[in-house]
């Protein structure tokens, strides 16, 4: 089915937007770009290569086997050669490594093709602190022992600059035309995470951290996962437009859902959970150009020799003498098998059911559970920025918002770098909250999500298509884990976290949100549950 | 009614407005551009014969004579009424100004020129052609007259030049719509339609008269006091050279940089303090900022100099110091020396991209810390960078913002320094042009304050005596005791809220 460019904007940005968008060019012929990455055949390849043979020599002998070099992975794979345990390799199905962390470069500067930041961790993530020293990030500590990050990786000033009626506005929430109506509100908002942040429960535990496995399980603070974030900010009386705004840009930006998606606790959990103290500013983002794709290559070349790429794991057997895994090399095609003790499932938890074999022929009930949603993700090269329309216009920030749009805006990759003129690269982010989205998403081509991209930001910079040199787009199309209503709290989490017949399960999606910390938390947990079984040094 | 002696007050009118116009343009290019009798002899020139291709044209009109001449009137109101706003517009705005200028000043002309044939053609039936001639010409000539001693006295002083054009503009409409009355008998089209036209242009001529103030500091006009003598955007700034009474001036984006007639107190005040503070002889020099080569042409007076670099964002204004001839006479020909080489980069991307041998002085010169992309080059990563380009014992001199008007952000940029590790002397002195101004000493080892300058270096200004008092500061510019001064750091950057707070009280 073809859809008309109308429809398409409609779709995506709205209709008044795709009435007056409609009405300007959607020229891109002196555009270049592809769509790039994320295989989209892969249960077209899992559905070919069923109960396929592995010829007897293509047969090797490994401790554990990695499924997955996203950031769980790469973590787990770091973790074991931290721990000098070296008999294992990791497999990973695309061409590059990093899964929804991955980044790109050209001749000139990195970008990422997903995620971007990571807040400062507190002092007791100390597993993730001890990989910031490794990376050599920090300079020592506070006096009251939290972490301090270098300077040049922290994120440049001025972070955030906001869209709104034809001009830019310094932050992410409208200050400007607040009334003071809605500044009470914002205030009390403030109030509300304020109480969470100090809140803790008989055992000491904070109501929200990360990672999510310390937070409390008091049922004062589970029972906020049993309504919408829609529907707290109702019940305690939130109103304001730019509030309700704000709220949903949250969880747009952060879970790729709409406020009346999200369950309250995740909602409460974006603004509560990197708070250190009551009154504190949420910690700061620590960033480079290329996003986290950072940590993806500075993991991957810690383990680059144990690393399998282009490797799709087809089937996972447990059986009694441990776990065999078969994997198709997708350049040679060739089939491979390994027989292991242990595997670490570090791909998201749906494709548990197409991967191993019991779960295929009896899928547990937790597993459909774990619900994921589309985004995608275009890079804009520009041969200059835009120039500001208003000599009081904000200047161009790290993250740069469009209040009116559903999009979620764009991030500057030169920003971090101190690059302020000439050349850029924008990232746009473009999450699909609806139902159907996916579908939506992967029946567009170059040309229909190349109109999408500079229909939405020429309502900002008008110039853009003469700027724009080239764009790609990544299609994701299970991007990330919805924490939607009555999800994390319901007790599948923790049933997926419990390993199965010698495979420990490491995905991100086990935390019910998608975040750096807790891929690498799963990661590092699976480690040491293996290690715990067979202790460091065994391995050869 | 005998309409005659309306028709020749309409012919004074739009005579002292057509010089009016010619005036302005003349004037307004000249202040702009410069250079005021090859403007004025161009823009007469292009003028009269654009009126001269007007009155060939009008030959051209056969019918509706009446009509045609309300609607010229109503497009000389517009195109010369608007004028100066639009030409300072586009000055401040577009690259091709001269396109437009002698666009407008054409199109102008050729309007003009129009009007007094078909004014004659008018009065043909109610004069005798010898009469005609000599009274249309006589008051066409009593006009200019008037407009050429008004312009001067009155209304350049008085109104400016955006308000003059545009109560020139209103004139003119104002003409038309009378002329609708005036000439009624020989209208046959829709007279109300022109008269509509007629008001709704008055009105916007009004409007922007009201707020001329307005458009003309969205344009530059209330900036410069002085002669604009070059003038371009290059992708990074706008770059604006004016001459004055005093002297020469650049301003980068409506800042004043130096005014020529007090640079060199400036200029040694910011070069000489870094070559005292060192012990052994400099060779190696880093200028950062500074493509004016003021700094450079102190810099190049150290016989010990071996080599200077020079890194400057703006190819456009190191090329303009190297060859416009103003500003390479106050530079000395900097940019012409041998031991100079340029850079143009970015400060902060080049230092944190270029491994290079380490200097032995470095001069920071960068403009006032205004937005986010320049206070990046006072943060303590800066100084750190710069610090990676430095020898144990190399001395740093930086230029540091007024300590009187923005006490703040000085003492701000100070504390960030030692942040960075450096240890600083503070000092200051009276630039006239900018008033108190502010610069740091700082070297990456304690070191006593300099008593003594380097003997053999010619100075206009810095003698022993000024120099060993710049230390001292009064007790309206030293440190603050009582405020807490944050460190600018590239994740708060907060010396561009504290400059932005401190500049604005004079605004
Ligand atoms: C657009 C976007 C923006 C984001 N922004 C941020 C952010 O700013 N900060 C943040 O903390 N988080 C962000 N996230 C979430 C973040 O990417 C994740 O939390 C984290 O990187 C997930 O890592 P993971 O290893 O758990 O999963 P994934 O990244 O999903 O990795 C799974 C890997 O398994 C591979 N795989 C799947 N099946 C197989 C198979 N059969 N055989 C072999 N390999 C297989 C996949 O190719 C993939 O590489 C973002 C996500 C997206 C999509």
Redesign the interface.
């Known amino acids: 089915m073809k859809f008309t460019r109308r429809e398409i904007l409609t779709a995506f940005l709205g209709l008044p937007f795709a009435l007056s968008a409609c009405k300007s060019n959607s020229e891109t012929s002196s555009i270049d770009g592809e769509i790039v990455g994320a295989s989209a055949n892969i249960g077209h390849i899992l559905r070919e290569n069923r109960n396929v043979e592995v010829p007897a020599n293509n047969w090797e002998n490994l401790k554990v086997a990695i499924i997955g070099g996203g950031i769980a992975g790469l973590s787990a794979a770091w973790k074991f050669t931290r721990e000098n345990f070296n008999d294992f390799v990791l497999l990973e199905l695309e061409s590059a490594i990093g899964g929804t962390a991955r980044s790109g470069k050209n001749n000139f500067i990195g970008y990422p093709w997903g995620a971007h930041y990571l807040p400062v961790p507190f002092k007791e993530n100390t597993e993730l602190i001890s990989l910031l020293d490794e990376m050599n990030l920090t300079e020592g500590k506070s006096q009251n022992g939290e972490i301090l990050i270098k300077e040049q990786f922290l994120c440049r000033e001025p972070e955030e600059r906001v869209f709104y009626k034809g001009r830019w506005y310094e932050g992410l929430y409208l200050r400007v035309g607040a009334s003071q109506e809605d500044l009470r509100q914002l205030n009390e908002l403030n109030k509300q995470v304020d109480f969470w942040v100090n809140w803790r429960d008989t055992r000491g535990k904070r109501a929200f951290v990360l990672p999510i496995a310390n937070c409390s399980n008091d049922a004062e603070v589970t029972d906020l996962d049993k309504i919408t974030f829609a529907d707290w900010l109702k019940q305690k009386g939130f109103t304001s437009e730019r509030l309700i705004w704000y709220c949903n840009y949250a969880c747009r930006d952060d879970y790729g859902l709409r406020l009346e998606q999200t369950s309250a606790w995740a909602g409460l959990f974006y603004f509560c959970s990197r708070v250190r103290k009551s009154g504190a500013e949420s910690q700061s983002f620590i960033t480079f150009p290329e996003g986290n794709g950072k940590f993806v290559n500075f993991l991957h070349n810690k383990v680059k020799d144990k690393t399998r790429l282009k490797s799709i794991a087809i089937e996972i057997i447990p059986n009694e003498k441990g776990i065999d895994i078969t994997y198709l090399n997708t350049e040679t095609n060739e089939i491979r098998g390994i027989h292991a003790e242990k595997v670490i499932f570090a791909a998201p938890i749906f494709t548990a059911k197409y991967l191993i074999r019991d779960f295929k022929q009896n899928t547990p009930d937790f597993v459909k559970e774990f619900e994921h949603n589309a985004w995608f993700v275009a890079n804009l090269f520009l041969k200059d920025r835009p120039k500001n329309q208003f000599a009081k216009d904000f200047p161009l920030a790290w993250d740069n918002v469009l209040y009116e749009s559903n999009s979620l805006g764009y991030v500057n990759a030169t920003h971090q770098k101190g690059i302020d003129y000439g050349q850029a690269v924008f990232t746009y982010y473009f999450p699909m909250a609806e139902k159907g989205g996916r579908a939506k998403l992967f029946s567009l081509d170059w040309q229909e999500l190349a109109d999408i991209v500079l229909s939405d930001l020429s309502m900002a910079h008008k110039d853009i298509r003469a700027l724009t040199e080239r764009i790609d787009f990544m299609r994701w199309g299970h991007a990330m884990i919805s924490p939607r209503r009555n999800f994390i709290w319901n007790g599948s989490r923790e049933k997926a976290t419990k390993p199965f017949r010698n495979i420990h399960f490491a995905h991100s999606d086990l935390s019910g949100i998608a975040l750096f910390e807790e891929a690498f938390f799963h990661g590092l947990r699976t480690v040491s549950e293996i290690l715990i079984a067979e202790p460091a040094g065994s391995g050869r | 009614m005998n309409r005659t002696p309306l028709l020749f007050l309409n012919v004074f009118i739009i005579a002292t407005c057509g010089l009016i116009y010619e005036l302005l343009a003349g004037t307004l290019s000249s202040y702009v551009l410069g250079d005021s009798v090859t403007q004025f002899s161009l823009i007469i020139g292009i003028y009269l014969f654009a009126m001269g291709v007007g009155s060939w044209l009008s030959r051209f009109i056969e019918k509706h004579i009446a009509e045609k001449f309300v609607e010229i009137e109503l497009a000389v109101a517009v195109l010369g009424g608007f004028s100066a706003p639009l030409l300072f517009f586009a000055f401040a705005k577009l690259s091709y100004f001269s396109v437009v200028l002698y666009g407008v000043v054409f199109g102008i002309g050729t309007l003009v020129g129009l009007e007094i044939p078909l004014l004659m053609r008018i009065l043909k039936d109610e004069l005798d052609f010898k009469d005609l001639v000599s009274r249309v010409l006589a008051f066409d000539y009593i006009g200019a007259l008037v407009a050429s001693l008004l312009f001067p006295l009155f209304l350049v002083p008085k109104l400016g030049l955006a308000r003059t054009s545009l109560l020139f503009g209103m004139l003119n409409a104002a003409v038309g719509i009378w002329g609708t009355w005036l000439l009624l008998p020989l209208i046959k089209k829709n007279v109300n339609l022109l008269r509509v036209q007629g008001f709704i242009i008055i009105g916007l001529l009004l409007i922007a008269f009201i707020k001329a103030d307005y458009l003309t500091s969205l344009a530059e006009d209330a900036l410069f006091t002085d002669n604009i003598i070059y003038a371009k955007s290059s992708?990074?700034q706008r770059i604006i050279v004016t001459k004055g009474k005093t002297g020469y001036a650049l301003f980068l984006n409506g800042n004043l940089q130096f005014n020529s007639f007090d640079e060199y107190r400036y200029h040694e005040a910011l070069v000489h303090p870094a070559f005292a503070a060192l012990n052994a002889n400099p060779k190696r020099i880093l200028v950062l900022g500074g493509g004016d080569g003021l700094a450079l042409r102190e810099v190049l007076k150290y016989p010990s100099v071996e080599s200077v670099m020079l890194v400057d964002?703006d190819p456009e204004m190191t090329r303009l110091s190297k060859n416009l001839p103003v500003l390479a006479e106050l530079n000395k020909n900097a940019f012409e020396d041998s031991r100079v080489s340029v850079v143009n980069a970015?400060a902060?991307?080049w230092l944190?991209n270029t491994e290079i041998a380490p200097f032995d002085v470095a001069i920071v010169d960068f403009p006032d810390p205004n937005?986010?992309?320049l206070?990046?080059l006072y943060?303590?990563?800066f100084y750190?960078l710069l610090k990676a380009h430095l020898k144990p014992d190399s001395a740093v001199a930086i230029q540091t913002t007024s300590p009187l008007i923005a006490r703040k952000s000085y003492w701000c940029i100070i504390k960030t320094l030692e942040a960075a590790g450096f240890s600083v002397k503070p000092y200051q002195t009276t630039v006239p042009s900018f008033g108190i101004w502010g610069f740091a000493l700082a070297k990456l080892e304690p070191f006593e304050t300099p008593k003594k300058l380097s003997e053999n270096i010619e100075r206009k200004f810095l003698n022993e005596q000024t120099f060993v008092s710049m230390f001292d500061f009064s007790a309206d510019t030293s440190l603050p005791k009582d405020e807490e001064i944050e460190i600018n750091?590239?994740?708060?950057?907060s010396l561009?809220r504290y400059y932005e707070a401190e500049w604005r009280r004079f605004e």
Not at chain 2, 489 to 493: G, I, S, T
């Open positions: 992708p990074y964002l970015d902060f991307v944190d937005n986010f992309a206070g990046k943060t303590t990563r750190n750091r590239l994740d708060n950057q561009v």
